[in-house]
């Protein structure tokens, strides 16, 4: 099942049961009016995709967004929307609840990470 997805954040960190991996924020495209469909600025639906940090993947992504710091990046400019069609048969899942959320947060693991 393929899930269109707007990219709003990523950063790079070290898992200790994945190793190196690449995080992004994202928002599901749903449906926000009758008949309409978009994406949800705030974080009330957000989740979370991981990739190992040299997959392809997540080098083209990061490719697209402009560098916040050595470890973290964003849209270029307020705006700017990245879409990003992910295949969800190529993760699994995990569910984590996150204070700053006030709820479980869906965490797409890609399968490589593994």
Not at 68 to 82: E, K, L, M, S
Request: charged share 25%.
């Amino acid at each position: 099942m393929t899930r269109l997805y707007l990219i709003k954040f990523a950063w790079k960190c070290n898992h200790e049961d994945y190793g190196e991996i690449v995080s992004f924020i994202v928002s599901p495209k749903i449906n926000t009016y009758a008949n309409v469909y978009g994406y949800s600025l705030s974080k009330d639906n957000d989740e979370v995709i991981r990739f190992p940090a040299n997959h392809p993947r997540a080098l083209s992504l990061i490719s697209k967004l402009s560098r916040v710091n050595t470890t973290q990046w964003a849209p270029p400019t307020f705006g700017d929307y990245i879409e990003e069609e992910f295949n969800l048969e190529d993760f699994f899942d995990e569910y984590y609840y996150k204070e700053n959320y006030g709820r479980d947060v869906t965490f797409h693991t890609a399968l490589e990470c593994c």
